[in-house]
């Protein structure tokens, strides 16, 4: 069974693209088919996984989304053979506007991706800095939501305004909507201030609160400029180590919720469904435009 997780908090440099890079890349290497949706006008996901925004142009998430192309038209590959990224740019930006008047706003990302359900084990949505129509339609579009909670002194703040957010969006939009967990962000082991917000965190959200803390690690922060994930620029930094131990958490977690049956059937299923077009450009620019084909 496919999860869609989507990755939010209204404040931005907390780690939120960070997380949906690197935890989709070590989902990826668990060989657990996923896809980014890069649903932030700013696109860091897209370029962060060294994706040439020219490569792109015309076919992004928002082209999908306002239903210009289908979602398959507009996926990329990435240097991991199971990741997969729907780019974005600032014209995504323009469907806030433009999707105010129309019927079922709030539902245009959930259909959008309904016909990848099936295609993928884990489907990632790294949201804006925001809580407005962008992010609404990733929490309906979900069944569940991460929150990166930077270890700061002001990382609390704004935690009920989501809250309230989700809760309007879980009585109206989508009952099914789960909370998958706070992730904490950057965490600096020698700052007395960083160990009091963990604590309080974690006094607060108790099991709900991932187990793996993210380091503030160099590596994680240099991985965006080389195009990569950290686990294929550094191996073995703390950051890279981390990420995969968040993924490991997640995987137990939904093997727990009786998924572990789905999971083998589903993969065969979806290695058949995926066709993929021949390599155009050669040697890489990476990665390139792939079609997946309709069910
Ligand atoms: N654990 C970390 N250690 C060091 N730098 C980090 C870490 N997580 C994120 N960063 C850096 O902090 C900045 C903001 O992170 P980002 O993931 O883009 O946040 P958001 O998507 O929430 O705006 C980026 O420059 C990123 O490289
Ligand atoms: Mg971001």
Redesign the pocket.
């Known amino acids: 069974m496919t999860k869609v997780i989507a990755i939010i908090?209204q404040?931005?440099?907390?780690?939120?693209?960070?997380?949906?890079?690197n935890l989709a890349a070590s989902l990826a290497v668990a060989e657990r088919k996923t896809l980014i949706i890069d649903f932030?006008p700013?696109g860091?996901a897209s370029t962060?996984l060294g994706l040439d925004p020219e490569v792109y142009r015309g076919a992004t998430i928002y082209q999908a989304l306002v239903g210009q192309k289908r979602l398959e038209e507009v996926l990329c590959k990435t240097e991991l053979p199971d990741l997969y990224i729907a780019p974005s740019d600032t014209n995504l930006s323009g469907a806030e506007v433009e999707l105010v008047n129309e019927l079922a706003r709030e539902h245009k990302l959930k259909n959008t991706i309904s016909s990848m359900r099936d295609k993928f084990h884990y489907i990632l949505i790294?949201c804006p800095?925001s809580l407005g129509l962008l992010t609404i339609n990733a929490l309906t579009a979900s069944d569940s939501y991460l929150v990166?909670l930077?270890c700061e002194y002001f990382a609390l703040e704004g935690l009920s305004q989501l809250q309230s957010t989700v809760q309007l969006i879980q009585q109206a939009l989508n009952p099914a909507l789960r909370q998958e967990g706070i992730l904490l962000?950057?965490?600096d082991s020698r700052n007395n201030l960083a160990k009091q917000v963990r604590d309080e965190v974690e006094a607060h959200f108790g099991g709900s609160v991932f187990k793996t803390v993210?380091?503030?690690?160099?590596r994680?922060?240099?991985?965006?400029s080389h195009g990569k994930p950290v686990l294929l620029y550094d191996i073995e930094s703390k950051?890279s180590l981390t990420y995969l131990s968040v993924a490991k958490e997640l995987i137990q977690k939904h093997i727990k919720g009786n998924q572990a049956a789905n999971f083998s059937i589903q993969t065969t299923q979806m290695d058949s469904q995926i066709v993929e077009k021949p390599i155009i450009h050669s040697p890489p620019p990476l990665p390139h435009h792939a079609e997946v084909s309709p069910s």
Do not use: C, F, H
């Open positions: 908090n404040k931005g440099g907390v780690g939120k693209t960070t997380t949906a890079i932030d700013q860091n962060g790294d800095p990166p930077q962000t950057m965490y993210i380091p503030r690690n160099v994680l922060s240099e991985a965006p950051g």
